[in-house]
């Protein structure tokens, strides 16, 4: 074999190579599918209750949130509760909330798990969520 013949050989193999090995990377890359805007329906529909934001600075997608009524003034009871968070086909909005804001006289309490358990943000004003709970939150709770 001539020697431009191996050099050809060679890099046949490795264009071979890297094609291989970008297939297997395109057949297990989980495309970072983007999160879709939703509206979330608590009670009925009709009053904004809170938007949910994947980024802070209340940018990205965001999840709405309607109740048929505002919150209580009371801080004691829970007026609206998502208990898991919207996923579907290629999405879960699941550990992915940055920022808040409220609406309807309503705070919102961001919660680790689902159905309000594990660490907590607390009942939080419009803002970022705090770093110990940013893209934590798996279940919420206005009141
Ligand atoms: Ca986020
Ligand atoms: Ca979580
Ligand atoms: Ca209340």
Redesign the pocket.
């Known amino acids: 074999m001539t020697t431009t013949k191996r050099v050809a050989r060679r890099a046949a193999a490795l264009a071979a190579g890297v094609i291989a090995v970008a297939g297997v990377s395109l057949v297990n890359a989980q495309p970072a599918a983007a999160l879709p805007n939703l509206t979330t329906y608590l009670s009925g529909s009709g009053t904004l209750v809170g938007t949910e934001f994947e980024h802070r600075n209340y940018s990205g997608a965001y999840l709405s949130y309607e109740a048929n009524r505002n919150c209580t003034l009371t801080l004691a009871d829970s007026d609206f509760e998502d208990d898991s968070l919207p996923s579907g086909l290629g999405y879960d909005w699941?550990?992915d909330i940055s920022s808040v804001k409220n609406w309807a006289g309503c705070v919102t309490n961001h919660f680790?798990?689902d159905n309000q358990s594990?660490a907590s943000t607390g009942y939080l004003l419009d803002g970022a969520l705090p770093s110990s709970m940013d893209d934590?939150?798996?279940s919420i709770r206005w009141t």
Do not use: K, W
Request: proline share 0%; hydrophobic share 0%; no cysteine.
């Open positions: 699941d550990n680790e798990n594990g934590r939150t798996e």
